[in-house]
């Protein structure tokens, strides 16, 4: 049986002169329901709203309507009209005609802006206490305290730091996946959980477990990467030395600890100049997250870089970002200047990226926060 059977019928004359509407091959319209349900039954449920079979069983159609419904009928009816109303399962995406969307840097703060996050805020320390000596040469030669007007950018900058990832609110769904498909190229949604985002760089199939120290802001700042056509390829291309054959590395957790360096930046008012000469915060702290990035890089790749030397990579970058924010914010500068123009990375590219080199799942990646208190000693400068 298909649809095209059941689209039209074939009028049968009577004795008396009246037209009865039939179907072909079917009997009399009071021994229809026995003959269709039995083929109807090998039909999927999700192919039965691309046929009339329901329809013409259940509601009046063509000038018949069967005096006695079938329980048999009535249950295919509603499960067919569940079909669009069926909810995702546990650990798939929250809405389904959403996650599918990309997302801009711009729509997924706004987000952030309007949404209440009250509980968030009570938890972010906005700068570092220090008390005696340290206090005072922070006073007389440490940068100029941030101005007044910016106090509110910068805590929502820490506050967003304190949220984590949910996976029942669209808008998180959709930052993770435009950031996988940038990344990857794929023109396809991807699962909440998997062994696809190891690929990406994250130690396991959950991206939530490694946000610890940077909240959602890491990926928040992944996303800014990401969306602009000059920082994409940056990305793109420090993802491709993180999938090198021998200098591999994760590279959302490198990201992710990049974040919490410039979050303590932020904190020891590192960025407090340039953010006043700016009057800004958050493109600030994009742009030094960035520029840190790219720096990172430039060493890993130059410096013949491996995952066991990732702990003092890190170490030495915190040190040297904090120090001179503007010399990373201008070599920055210069290397969106270089894209822009069409110029290949002033770092070089890598000779031996494999087609695909996936992480080694013994390997063990250190960052800041795991760095041991001695580890700093017979650190080579960046």
């Not at 079917?26 to 090998?42: A, I, M, Q, W």
């Amino acid at each position: 049986m298909n649809e095209n059977s059941c689209s039209y019928h074939n009028e049968k004359e009577l004795k008396d002169g009246q037209v009865e509407r039939v179907s072909p091959g079917y009997p009399p319209s009071h021994d229809k329901e026995n003959h269709v349900l039995p083929t109807f039954r090998g039909i999927p449920i999700s192919e039965l709203k691309n046929h009339s079979i329901l329809q013409a069983l259940t509601t009046e159609a063509n000038g018949w309507e069967p005096g006695v419904v079938s329980t048999e009928v009535l249950r295919a009816q509603e499960e067919w009209e569940a079909v669009d109303n069926i909810q995702p399962e546990t650990g798939s995406w929250a809405t389904l005609e959403q996650s599918g969307q990309t997302i801009s840097f711009s729509e997924a703060l706004q987000h952030f802006q309007t949404v209440d996050l009250s509980s968030f805020k009570k938890k972010i320390q906005p700068t570092i206490r220090r008390t005696g000596l340290t206090a005072l040469r922070h006073l007389l030669f440490g940068p100029p305290k941030l101005h007044q007007g910016l106090h509110e950018e910068r805590d929502l900058v820490l506050t967003i730091a304190q949220c984590g990832l949910d996976s029942q609110d669209p808008v998180h769904c959709r930052i993770l996946q435009t950031i996988y498909k940038k990344l990857t190229g794929s023109k396809i949604d991807c699962a909440l959980h998997g062994d696809h985002w190891e690929d990406l760089g994250f130690q396991g199939a959950n991206p939530a477990t490694d946000l610890r120290g940077a909240g959602f802001l890491a990926l928040l700042h992944l996303l800014y990467l990401v969306m602009d056509s000059k920082t994409l390829l940056m990305a793109q291309e420090i993802f491709r030395l993180s999938r090198h054959r021998t200098q591999q590395f994760p590279f959302c957790l490198m990201s992710v600890n990049i974040t919490r360096i410039a979050i303590q930046a932020l904190r020891e008012d590192c960025l407090t100049r340039e953010c006043n000469r700016q009057q800004k915060v958050i493109p600030v702290v994009n742009s030094f997250y960035a520029a840190t990035f790219l720096r990172l890089a430039h060493v890993w790749r130059t410096q013949q870089k491996t995952i066991s030397d990732s702990g003092f990579v890190l170490k030495d970058l915190e040190v040297l970002a904090k120090k001179s924010p503007r010399r990373l914010l201008k070599t920055l500068e210069i290397y969106l200047d270089r894209v822009s123009k069409g110029q290949a990375s002033f770092w070089g590219a890598p000779k031996c990226y494999g087609p695909q080199a996936p992480h080694s799942k013994e390997l063990t990646f250190t960052g800041v926060c795991d760095l041991p208190l001695h580890a700093t000693e017979g650190t080579r400068p960046i």
